[in-house]
């Protein structure tokens, strides 16, 4: 049982690319999130998904979209990319709603230079 | 969610019990207590959680004081690969975006 599975673990971007973060859970779990962990600090949320064809901002979307068309998979999209969106990029699913634990993939570590 | 106090860190010998408090003196009713750690360079790993009741699983122990307002998390037997920082979250019941709010934590050093 794979769980979460993220690409790429590492990843180094120019000023004003684009790319997009893959997750991809096989647990069926109806909620997704998408967390960027900065040194030394906790998660904050950029996105989560209550199931497939609903997305919804967290504490920090902007610079970011998502989509999640199908249960498995919830890709993060970077526009254009800036210094400040260096940082380490966790997806996490749970089963059920805000009293179930999440799980999370390994990471995609993310340098804009 | 209510906020929580942990010890910044700690040590324990490996084979020993490793015994991890939390004060959470605000916490509401229906809040549940959880705990995740994280090893470094790797993604949060949920353990455990409760709600009023002590609770175990092949992880860890937890126990939750009558008043509910600390609890501790419990390694019976900690392992080299149980240093990792250790995160208590206590949790309203939302209905919709529910992120995890990890405070501090403690780092938790097991030595040989």
């Known amino acids: 049982n794979a769980g979460v599975t993220q690409t790429p673990k590492f990843r180094i971007l120019k000023i004003g690319q684009s790319m997009t973060l893959q997750c991809a859970q096989d647990?069926?779990?109806?909620?997704m999130y998408w967390y960027r962990q900065d040194p030394g600090m906790g998660l904050k949320l950029i996105y989560y998904?209550?199931?497939?064809?609903?997305?919804d901002k967290g504490e920090v979307p902007n610079g970011y979209n998502v989509s999640r068309s199908t249960t498995e998979d919830f890709p993060l999209r970077l526009e254009l990319a800036a210094p400040s969106q260096t940082s380490v990029y966790f997806c996490?699913?749970?089963?059920?709603?805000?009293?179930?634990?999440?799980?999370f993939g390994d990471g995609t570590r993310l340098s804009i230079l | 969610d209510a906020k929580t106090t942990q010890p910044p860190s700690m040590d324990c010998a490996e084979g020993r019990a490793a015994n991890l408090p939390c004060n959470h003196s605000?916490?509401?009713?229906?809040?549940?207590v959880y705990w995740y750690r994280q090893i470094h360079s790797q993604g949060p790993q949920y353990i455990i959680h409760?709600?009023?009741n002590n609770e175990t699983n092949e992880m860890a122990s937890l126990i939750i004081t009558e008043d509910r307002k600390s609890s501790t998390l419990i390694l019976p037997h900690a392992t080299l690969r149980d240093t990792a920082v250790y995160y208590c979250?206590?949790?309203?019941?939302?209905?919709?975006?529910?992120?995890?709010?990890f405070g501090e934590g403690t780092q938790l050093t097991v030595n040989p």
């Open positions: 996490a699913s749970s089963y059920g709603g805000p009293d179930q634990p999440q799980h």
């Open positions: 647990m069926n779990h109806n909620y």
């Open positions: 998904s209550v199931g497939a064809g609903i997305t």
């Open positions: 605000t916490i509401s009713g229906n809040e549940y």
């Open positions: 409760g709600l009023k």
């Open positions: 979250i206590v949790r309203v019941k939302e209905t919709s975006g529910s992120r995890l709010t």
